[in-house]
């Protein structure tokens, strides 16, 4: 890891590095992933899976099949409590955050969101659901939560991320 401090630190991104968010959203609703491309298609790295509208490597295209795959794992691990879900400042975080909804409700998923959907640190998601698995406050213990947190995390800003955090919390 660098100790070197960027130029950049503290001081106003010059316009050279901006990004045209509204051209990032369009891109992310209207592309559609080539999945005989490799960068194209949905790759879980590290944690989660990352990649920008513009370059197709992260689209609604992705984010709803990515959500299913959830849903569906869901059901067979018997995951029936609530999916926490937390989104961060990047601006493909709520159009991708909207997509997911649409599958979670079509499955039928109570999902938790932070009031007037704010932004939501990623660890406050997993202590969400490791105080609901451990029947902290509204658990029924019944039931095992999981989450999704939408950021591509220290990525830059024409990125979006997506990370399912199952029942243990990480």
């Avoid at 513009?54 to 959500?67: G, K, M, P, Q, R």
């Avoid at 979670?104 to 109570?110: I, Q, R, S, T, Y």
């Avoid at 998601?125 to 406050?137: F, L, T």
Wanted: glycine content about 10%; overall charge neutral.
């Amino acid at each position: 890891m660098s100790t070197r401090i960027s130029p950049l630190a503290g001081r106003l991104a010059p316009a050279s590095v901006l990004i045209d968010t509204d051209k990032l959203v369009a891109a992310y609703y209207s592309e559609r992933p080539d999945p005989t491309v490799p960068a194209q298609r949905v790759a879980f790295g590290t944690s989660g899976h990352r990649g920008s509208a513009f370059d197709v490597s992260f689209n609604e295209w992705h984010v709803l099949a990515i959500t299913q795959a959830i849903c569906d794992y869901r059901r067979g691990q018997g995951i029936t409590g609530p999916l926490f879900m937390g989104i961060d400042t990047h601006a493909l975080s709520v159009p991708a955050c909207a997509s997911a909804l649409e599958v979670l409700a079509a499955n039928g998923v109570d999902v938790v969101l932070a009031a007037d959907h704010e932004f939501t640190p990623t660890p406050a998601i997993s202590h969400a659901i490791v105080k609901h698995n451990r029947g902290g406050a509204g658990s029924t213990r019944q039931t095992r939560a999981d989450g999704i947190v939408v950021t591509p995390s220290h990525n830059p800003p024409r990125d979006g991320g997506f990370k399912y955090n199952p029942p243990h919390g990480g």
